[in-house]
Nanobody, 115 residues
Framework: QLQASGGGLVQAGDSLRLSCAAS??????MGWFRQAPGKEREFVAS????????FVEDFLKGRFTISRDNRKNTMSLEMNHLKPEDTAIYYC????????????WGQGTQVTVSS
């Protein structure tokens, strides 16, 4: 129900735009998480369906921007000034109305940033 895309191999300082397409349902909140090799999965950003309020983790603010198109049921993550430490598999996730956690996950898209 969630399909992430847009990852790739880029150089430090480059930009990438990740997309997440949802199907089958509309999520009250959609989010991005990432997991680097050997590390725990970490939260990146989230955005609500109503009002489109986006939240980006503090250490990523200024470089990452989250957006959402409810008509298309898609979500995007604009990543600028990428750093090698941004290398990870990026996952999109969805939280349904009335639920307190993300229960729906996409397959992930690999982002690799070379120095």
């Amino acid at each position: 129900q969630l399909q992430a895309s847009g990852g790739g191999l880029v150089q430090a300082g480059d930009s990438l735009r990740l997309s997440c397409a949802a199907s089958g349902r509309a999520f009250i909140v959609m989010g991005w998480f990432r997991q680097a090799p050997g590390k725990e999965r970490e939260f990146v950003a989230s955005i609500t369906r109503s009002g489109g309020r986006g939240f980006v983790e503090d250490f990523l603010k200024g470089r990452f921007t989250i957006s959402r198109d409810n008509r298309k049921n898609t979500m995007s993550l604009e990543m600028n000034h990428l750093k090698p430490e941004d290398t990870a598999i990026y996952y999109c996730a969805g939280r349904a109305a009335g639920r307190s956690s993300y229960e729906y996950w996409g397959q992930g898209t690999q982002v690799t940033v070379s120095s």
